[in-house]
């Protein structure tokens, strides 16, 4: 009796955790959570991590955050734009986006995925995606 008890609060704390990474997946699927941390000395605001891949084929909606976006581009790729030309996001390029400012808004072409890492600084309990038309 004791043996099978123990492997259902197994399979429960399994199916919590699962749960908690489709739920951090559900904003962007390629993003992969480090971090998060209530930033000292600014009540309602939060820091989190993240490495995030877009492969190739994957568009990344416009989007907002609320607050600040940082990070640097760990594997540079080919993005295309609608109606425009694919450029190079370079390996090693700083992101700098700031609170409310529309940007993405391409698809990933080429031969590589784009994986970034980034740091967002945001209102705590917000999406930390708003995605725009």
Do not use: W
């Amino acid at each position: 009796m004791r043996p099978i008890r123990v492997m259902l609060k197994a399979a429960a704390c399994c199916a919590m955790f699962v749960g908690l990474l489709s739920a951090t997946a559900q904003d962007s699927p390629g993003r992969s959570e480090l971090k998060r941390a209530d930033l000292s000395g600014a009540p309602g605001m939060e820091v989190i991590s993240s490495i995030v891949e877009f492969k190739v084929g994957d568009e990344v909606g416009r989007h907002t955050h609320h607050g600040v976006e940082s990070g640097y581009i760990l594997q540079g790729a080919k993005v295309q734009y609608p109606g425009k030309e694919p450029v190079a996001l370079e390996t090693g390029s700083p992101i700098l986006n700031l609170r409310d400012i529309a940007h993405g808004g391409y698809k990933v072409v080429g031969d590589k995925s784009l994986k970034l890492f980034t740091v967002h600084v945001v209102d705590k309990g917000k999406p930390l995606y708003e995605y725009v038309k």
